[in-house]
């Protein structure tokens, strides 16, 4: 079975710093996805970013990127330039890539707590 | 136009009691999910269907009984509310063809069992 592993229960950072979250995974799979959800305190999850594994390429969105290292089955996530609004709830999440779709979920970490201090 | 609909959003009830769940996608999703997420904030999958077919039936009481009447909505109904069904329930949805592996996921329901 999949398992996710965040190791830092809580992070503090200050506003405008870059701080990194850090992720790994166990699988014995080639192929699958990786995704780093945020859940502020409103509840809602959304998507912060996705990495596919057959790309080597890190992905990026904006102030979020990752750090990938497939070998090492690690996944971090860097935000830089961190504002208030990134204050939440991260959760890193595996998910097998099926060629056909497929039905199974995600596997999610325990999650960590991203406090931004002002 | 929210994409995935839970209702109600928050639900208190006594135990003993039986209540359920609404999910709705407008995303044309064939593929829906029910998570349960705990005091610590642990997301754990409960269910999932696909073309209204149970596909992921984790290890859950049969006290739950999830039921997809279509494509579009995924329902969770839940007999006899103990103290530890106390618990955020997080409906959400993928396209079963082209697969981004990414779900969507409602708002979430916070059901509180006194």
């Known amino acids: 079975a999949q398992t996710v592993t965040q190791s830092q229960p809580e992070m503090s950072v200050q506003e405008a710093e870059t701080v990194t979250l850090s992720c790994t995974y166990d699988t014995s799979e080639s192929d699958y996805y990786l995704f780093w959800y945020k859940q502020p305190p409103s509840r809602q999850m959304i998507l912060v970013i996705r990495?596919?594994?057959?790309?080597?390429q890190n992905a990026t969105e904006n102030r979020f990127s990752v750090n990938f290292q497939k070998a090492a089955k690690s996944f971090s996530l860097k935000i830089s330039d961190s504002q208030l609004g990134d204050a939440a709830m991260y959760f890193c999440?595996?998910?097998?890539?099926?060629?056909?779709?497929?039905?199974?979920?995600?596997?999610f970490g325990k999650g960590t707590h991203l406090i931004i201090q002002p | 136009d929210t994409a995935v609909s839970q209702t109600p959003k928050y639900l208190v009830t006594q135990m003993g009691n039986d209540k359920s769940i609404k999910c709705e996608q407008n995303?044309?999703?064939?593929?829906m999910y029910w998570y349960k997420q705990d005091s610590k904030k642990f997301l754990k999958i409960m269910f999932s269907?696909?073309?209204?077919?149970?596909?992921i039936n984790e290890t859950v009481p049969n006290r739950f009984s999830p039921k997809s009447p279509d494509k579009a909505h995924l329902n969770l109904h839940i007999n006899s509310l103990e103290l530890g069904d106390s618990a955020v329930y997080f409906c959400?949805?993928?396209?079963?063809?082209?697969?981004?592996?990414?779900?969507?996921f409602g708002e979430g329901s916070r059901l509180t069992v006194l």
């Open positions: 999440a595996y998910r097998r890539l099926y060629s056909g779709g497929g039905a199974d979920g995600l596997t």
């Open positions: 990495q596919e594994a057959y790309k080597q």
């Open positions: 269907y696909n073309n209204k077919e149970l596909i």
């Open positions: 959400a949805s993928k396209y079963g063809g082209t697969d981004t592996g990414e779900l969507f």
């Open positions: 995303l044309g999703h064939d593929t």
